[in-house]
């Protein structure tokens, strides 16, 4: 079975710092890994995704995410963070053996301060 | 693209009633789920159609929670003999069906409470 782990439930960051928002995962088969965001009284947007190739995968608004196979982890990453960028943010798994369930962690709040 | 459609927003009910929850997926998307989202939790997966198929539904689902998908375009949601625990944001999404790497496309959810 699938499963997400997001370890902190917020992070806090000064604006213009870089950022990290940590993911570890669990799955049988190849991973298929995601981030997406949900801003306040909106739905939940993605942000990018992780399929096979190189590591370091880049999505919108300049998040990046870099994949580590030997720790699992999947780990969203700018860097220089802004206010705007306060928001939820959700890792989520699909496993790779079959079946489109998409897994997703609890969520980490990012609070970026000016 | 006009989005993930859900309605309603918002549903307030008693203890012990049904409800019923429309989705309108994104038009050419062949794949829904649902979802149920918490305060302080990520979307928990309920089920999910290719088409009009129901090809998987979450084991944590009761047999209260019923899902249709009749002619592979719009779908329903509902609730039998709603219970408190029942209170949460149910989210659908929809997706191309290209593959196990697509990403989903979420609507602004139907918040439920039930008093």
């Known amino acids: 079975a699938q499963s997400v782990a997001q370890p902190e439930d917020q992070v806090n960051v000064a604006e213009g710092n870089p950022l990290t928002v940590k993911c570890t995962y669990s799955?049988?088969?190849?991973?298929?890994l995601f981030w997406y965001v949900q801003y306040p009284n909106r739905g939940l947007q993605f942000l990018l995704k992780?399929?096979?190739?190189?590591?370091l995968v880049k999505g919108s608004y300049g998040f990046e995410a870099e994949f580590n196979k030997s720790q699992t982890s999947f780990h969203l990453k700018k860097p220089s963070a802004l206010v705007s960028d306060s928001a939820l943010y959700f890792c989520?798994?699909?496993?790779?053996?079959?079946?489109?369930?998409?897994?997703f962690g609890a969520g980490t709040r990012l609070f970026v301060k000016a | 693209d006009t989005g993930v459609s859900q309605d309603p927003r918002h549903k307030i009910t008693k203890r012990g009633q049904n409800v019923t929850f429309r989705c309108d997926p994104i038009s050419e998307h062949n794949r829904l789920y649902w979802y149920r989202q918490t305060l302080g939790q990520g979307p928990e997966f309920l089920t999910y159609?290719?088409?009009?198929?129901?090809?998987?539904k979450s084991r944590l689902l009761s047999d209260r929670f019923s899902a249709e998908r009749p002619k592979g375009s719009f779908s329903t949601l509902e609730i039998q003999r709603t219970e408190q625990g029942d209170s949460a944001m149910y989210l659908c999404?929809?997706?191309?069906?290209?593959?196990?790497?697509?990403?989903?496309?979420f609507g602004s959810g139907t918040q439920l409470s039930v008093l």
């Open positions: 799955v049988s088969g190849n991973p298929y």
């Open positions: 992780y399929i096979t190739g190189d590591n």
């Open positions: 159609f290719q088409n009009e198929a129901q090809l998987e």
């Open positions: 989520a798994v699909r496993d790779g053996t079959g079946g489109f369930k998409t897994i």
């Open positions: 999404a929809s997706s191309r069906g290209s593959g196990p790497g697509e990403k989903l496309f």
